[in-house]
């Protein structure tokens, strides 16, 4: 059964860091692109960043660019955002995502979330 589960949320200042961290389980990590997302208050969902199965490549929102930062280890199964410059904006929660093709289709894995907040 796959689980990913975030930690590393919280509340911080403006211009503050912070770093997230994603475990997964039940699949094979290192095979697997892995993607962050987050949900503000009131608005849509946005994909925040990307990092391919190898960890080499990555992809990020314009809004995050020169900010976030996207990693993993595979040998520990964990994906890591690091997130610098933080504003108010950044307020919401994110998840860690992945998903598979089988048979059926696409078939998508989210985590339970991890609360940022970024206030003074």
């Known amino acids: 059964q796959v689980q990913l589960v975030e930690s590393g949320g919280g509340s911080v200042q403006p211009g503050g860091s912070l770093r997230l961290s994603c475990v997964g389980s039940?699949?094979?990590?290192?095979?697997?692109?892995m993607r962050w997302y987050r949900r503000a208050p009131g608005k849509g969902r946005e994909l925040v960043a990307t990092?391919?199965?190898?960890?080499?490549?990555?992809d990020y929102a314009d809004y995050v660019k020169g900010r976030f930062t996207v990693s993993r280890d595979n040998a520990k199964n964990t994906m890591y955002l690091q997130m610098n410059s933080l504003t108010p904006e950044d307020t919401a929660m994110y998840y860690c995502?992945?998903?598979?093709?089988?048979?059926?289709?696409?078939?998508?894995?989210w985590g339970q979330g991890t609360q940022v907040t970024v206030s003074s």
């Open positions: 995502y992945t998903q598979e093709s089988g048979t059926y289709g696409i078939q998508s894995y």
């Open positions: 039940g699949f094979t990590f290192s095979r697997y692109a």
């Open positions: 990092i391919l199965a190898g960890g080499t490549v990555t």
